[in-house]
């Protein structure tokens, strides 16, 4: 693949707790500049970076993140909210301990809550793969397929671990024709960028891809 078509599948992200609006727009002129595909960035952010881009760049933020245990009620506020700010996509966080209890109804309606809200937005489900054990990846696959979300993403960024080569296999083995992988978290190269898409990831949650373009362009090397 040429980098520029990898550079398509990747929401450009910046999700720190210390970023601000110069480093946020610094984000959305990079994206829009290298063509990514979207810019995923905090929700308080969002109306002010929808206005800059003027329809220019789809804004994606996050929804009970990174831990995910928030209320249903509270993360349908997040998710109708962002989408009132301007948020064209919505990461959500599923509730960790919720599917470790086995309250995978739970989990399911908290999906169809929050996707019915998007009002036919994006809704990517974010389900800590570093944190679950392969019957509980599966199980989520199968719920994130029935519940009618668009994409299940591997990961936060925000845990032990990002996203995998083999969490990525497996999710394309285990989801609904109609669902999409987004691999997330840790993804450091073009090379991995490129093998995570080969293995079925239609998005990439990274800033470093597009880092890598600046240094290249300006000659620090990378």
């Not at 040429?2 to 398509?8: F, V």
């Not at 966080?93 to 470790?100: A, F, P, Q, R, T």
């Not at 994006?122 to 199968?142: A, G, N």
């Amino acid at each position: 693949m040429e980098r520029s078509d990898i550079l398509k599948l990747v929401d450009h992200t910046l999700l720190t707790q210390t970023a601000t609006w110069e480093e946020i727009r610094q984000i959305l002129d990079d994206a829009m500049h290298y063509g990514t595909a979207s810019a995923c960035i905090p929700a308080s952010y969002v109306k002010q970076a929808a206005d800059y881009v003027a329809g220019k760049l789809p804004i994606c933020t996050v929804i009970g993140f990174p831990n995910g245990y928030s209320t249903t009620a509270v993360k349908v506020f997040e998710t109708k909210d962002a989408i009132a700010n301007g948020a064209a996509e919505i990461d959500m966080v599923i509730n960790i301990g919720h599917l470790k209890d086995k309250r995978y109804q739970e989990i399911e309606d908290e999906i169809r809550q929050i996707h019915e809200v998007c009002g036919g937005k994006i809704l990517k489900v974010i389900i800590e793969t570093c944190l679950l054990t392969e019957e509980e990846k599966i199980r989520m696959c199968e719920i994130v397929t029935k519940a009618g979300a668009e994409y299940i993403k591997t990961s936060t960024g925000f845990s032990k671990g990002g996203a995998t080569f083999a969490d990525v296999e497996l999710m394309r083995k285990h989801i609904g024709k109609d669902v999409k992988v987004k691999a997330a978290g840790g993804i450091s190269s073009f090379d991995d960028a490129e093998e995570f898409a080969r293995l079925g990831a239609e998005r990439l949650g990274t800033s470093r891809l597009v880092k890598i373009m600046k240094n290249a362009d300006t000659g620090i090397g990378y």
